[in-house]
């Protein structure tokens, strides 16, 4: 009789408990999440600093509006360093086009000793030499900029837009006189008259046009070399005087930077 009731209450507990397992929903499958790049997103405002080297090229027309004109060239070569503002608008996943504002001293200095054209005039001839020089100690750029993403990170840029700079130009003439008989022979000791110093400053306007590569590391911070060419034109100096020298200037610039991003926008994954 025990045997029995127990084999009863096994049957009874198997068959509730097939009820139960039948009544209860299967458990939903849940996909999870991919795994997303997050991205980068170059819209928004920045800073940064840079520095590098420039090699500028000044020429020049020392004593103008005199016989004893010469046209002189020097190199005005230096370091420079400075810093940099703007803001970029990442306008699809490929094209970022910005604005940029920079300042940057130099150490640009260019120095030069050149002759004189010699003059004669009846028995006497003159000749003489020109020491001469040429300062960029600052400039300053106002560009737009217009690039390709190689990839999310990397942009490849062309730039240009408004150049202005301080070129400072200085000379002092160095004059020697002979006199001459019939016979072209020099009579007594040539005399040598050292001129008066003279150096004018001036701020010039000009255009600038170059090309870049810049570099994202994170959301914020981002490196970058660039290439500027700059001509500033010319400029006549000591205007009115016997010293009237027409200066024409231009440079080429190579640095290196590093900038920071200041309200980088949210990357939205899409699934």
Do not use: C
Request: no cysteine.
């Amino acid at each position: 009789m025990n045997r029995i009731v127990i084999g009863v209450a096994a049957a009874v507990s198997l068959l509730a408990t097939g009820a139960m397992a039948a009544d209860l929903a299967p458990r939903p499958y849940v996909k999870a999440p991919p795994m997303v790049d997050p991205g980068f997103n170059w819209t928004g405002f920045y800073a940064g600093f840079n520095g590098g080297y420039s090699w500028g090229r000044s020429n020049a027309t020392v004593l103008a509006t005199t016989p004893l004109a010469v046209s002189i060239g020097q190199n005005v070569d230096g370091g420079l360093g400075g810093g940099q503002i703007g803001y970029n608008w990442q306008v699809d996943p490929k094209w970022v086009l910005g604005v940029e504002a920079d300042i940057q001293g130099t150490g640009e200095r260019g120095r030069s000793i050149d002759t004189l054209a010699a003059v004669r005039i009846g028995f006497a001839a003159i000749a003489g030499t020109a020491n001469s020089s040429t300062d960029f100690p600052w400039f300053a750029t106002f560009r737009g900029r217009a690039g390709l993403l190689a990839d999310p990170s990397l942009l490849l840029y062309a730039t240009g837009g408004l150049a202005v700079g301080e070129v400072k130009f200085g000379t002092q003439a160095t004059l020697t006189a002979q006199l001459f008989d019939g016979a072209n022979a020099p009579v007594g000791a040539p005399v040598t008259v050292v001129g008066a110093a003279v150096s004018e400053s001036q701020t010039r306007w000009g255009w600038t046009a170059g090309a870049g590569i810049e570099k994202k590391f994170n959301r914020n911070w981002s490196a970058k070399l660039e290439y500027l060419y700059l001509d500033l034109g010319s400029a006549t100096y000591f205007g009115g005087t016997a010293n009237e020298t027409a200066v024409k200037f231009h440079d080429h610039v190579l640095r290196a930077g590093f900038n920071y991003q200041f309200t980088p926008g949210p990357v939205v994954a899409k699934y």
